[in-house]
Structure formats: structure tokens, C-alpha cells
């Protein structure tokens, strides 16, 4: 396993100048927009750190722009300087300036940053590339003084053992999959004097989480056909989370969301589960 999360490390250089994300993952920030958004709104959410920023596939350390495009002072934390570097450029072509901590793979139990210094800490889907996540957790829940939120991949949809048994099963040797178990979280958090106060499931899409565009998925399971490969390719089918923040797709949330309705069903998020691609934890530090 290489625990520091950079067994993919091309695949994350690649997005730090191809901002064509694909739909699901546009899809993904969307929805997780939202839901900080709420945070935001309801629990008057000024300030926030993001550690790690590598959890999401795609584009790397643009998870919080939301946050920061309604006036929440954003902190992010990395333990790559290249790539820090470049998250600080990608930030400031939108007109941002986050603040931004480096850290060496080997520190992300003992952060650099203040007890109590933020209203919200959280991470998505970062836990399983650390060497120590439980030494995470308890920095999460240091460094805050209200929220922590945390949700990891959902092992329970089909989508998960798709990519683990068929699609992609060079990736999972390179993780620690323990921290799937949202319980582990959930009692490590505990611990830490963190008070879980809510629990669900997000990112809740018609389609399987494959983590991968489209294309690449009909590759990797040998289907060849062009009226297909047409389809998931082109020009029409370019989906850039970047180039709605910066304006140039004002209408891409629109075209993107009209698949959110099961996210939005009024379901218990238990039965959303069999499909959900996210689980997630809510606490509050007392």
C-alpha cells in the first residue's frame, strides 16, 4: 500500500491542467456543494480547513471554492508542494487565494495548525491513502470548534465492487480499506470528544461509481462500439466543474443536477444506500 495517496500520482497531475472532469465527478461536486452550502447557512460556517484536499478524483484541491465563493475563509492542506503550488494557481484563476499548509506525508497527526481555529474541518474520501487516519481523525476533531464532517466511498453499492473485483483492481491494494467502515469513524471520532449529530449518504446518482469517465468504463470492460464510444466522447460531452466557476457554463449546474433526483427523494437515507456512492458523518466538538 502507498499510504500518502500518490500511487496515482499521473492521474492527479493530468487534472491539474485537463479541468475535463467527466460527469459523474462535476455531478459529485455539485451535490457536495449543496450540502456544505446547508452547513454554511445553518450552522453560520466562517471558517474551514480541508485535510487532506486529494480524496476526490479529478481536478485536485477545488472541493471548497464553493465555500470560499460565499465568504468563508478556506484553509487546505496537502503534503505534495507541486501540487500545492499549482492548487494556489488554479485558486487564483478564479480569483481566490486560499490559505495553504504543506505538510510532509509523514504529519497529518500533528498538523500545523491552532487548537479551536475553525468552525468546520472535514475531508472526503481522503482517509483510506493515510498511513495513520485514526491520527487524522483526532486532528480534525483538534482543530475545530464546531463542525467536523467526514464521508468516505460506500462500499455497500455496486458500483464500489464493479471497480474492486472488474474495473480497477490495481487501485485497491494502494489504499486501506478499513476506512469504508463508517462505525471505525464513527467510534475514532468519539473518542476524540467528537459528538455525531447527523449521518447519511450523498452523491446519489443514476449511475454506478466506477470513478472513471464513461469512455474508460466501456474500455476496461472490452465493449467496443463507436455509436456508443460517441456517446461518452467529444466535444459534447465535456464536463468542467472550473469552467462553471469561472463563468464560462453558467448553465452547467442546470444540465448537471437534473439527475439529482434521487439525492433529493425524501427517502431514508438508509434505503438511498444500495445506490448512495458516499457515506458521511457529521460531529460536533463540545
Not at 42 to 63: D, F, K, L, W
Not at 147 to 152: E, G, R, S
Amino acid at each position: 500500500m502507498n499510504p500518502t495517496g500518490h500511487a496515482h500520482r499521473p492521474i492527479w497531475e493530468k487534472y491539474l491542467s485537463d479541468y475535463d472532469e467527466g460527469l459523474g465527478l462535476v455531478y459529485e461536486r455539485f451535490v457536495l456543494n449543496d450540502f456544505l452550502d446547508s452547513l454554511r447557512r445553518e450552522h453560520g460556517i466562517r471558517t474551514c480547513v480541508e485535510a487532506p484536499i486529494y480524496g476526490m478524483a479529478g481536478v485536485s484541491g477545488i472541493n471548497s471554492v464553493a465555500l470560499a465563493q460565499q465568504g468563508v475563509e478556506v484553509t487546505l492542506v496537502d503534503d505534495a508542494p507541486d501540487r500545492a503550488t499549482r492548487v494556489e494557481q488554479i485558486w487564483g484563476e478564479l480569483g481566490l487565494k486560499p490559505n495553504m499548509v504543506t505538510v510532509s506525508p509523514a504529519q497529518w497527526g500533528d498538523l500545523p495548525l491552532p487548537d479551536n481555529a475553525f468552525d468546520l474541518s472535514w475531508n472526503w474520501a481522503a482517509l483510506w491513502h493515510l498511513p495513520d487516519a485514526a491520527a487524522l481523525l483526532r486532528e480534525l476533531a483538534r482543530v475545530s470548534r464546531k463542525l467536523v464532517f467526514v464521508a468516505m466511498p460506500n462500499n455497500l453499492q455496486v458500483g464500489y465492487w464493479m471497480r474492486k473485483w472488474v474495473l480497477d483492481k490495481a487501485f485497491f491494494p494502494t489504499v486501506d480499506e478499513r476506512w469504508v467502515n463508517m462505525g471505525l469513524i464513527r467510534r475514532t471520532l468519539e473518542k476524540a470528544g467528537v459528538r455525531i449529530v447527523a449521518a447519511g449518504v450523498l452523491d446519489v446518482p443514476p449511475w454506478p461509481d466506477t470513478v472513471m469517465p464513461a469512455s474508460e468504463v466501456l474500455k476496461r470492460l472490452g465493449i467496443r462500439s463507436q455509436k456508443l464510444e460517441a456517446q461518452f466522447s467529444g466535444e459534447s460531452w465535456s464536463w468542467s466543474t472550473m469552467a462553471y466557476y469561472s463563468g464560462q457554463q453558467p448553465d452547467l449546474r442546470e444540465r448537471v443536477m437534473k439527475y439529482a433526483w434521487l439525492d433529493r427523494a425524501p427517502l431514508p437515507w438508509r434505503i438511498k444506500a444500495v445506490w448512495a456512492h458516499h457515506r458521511w458523518l457529521l460531529g460536533r466538538v463540545d
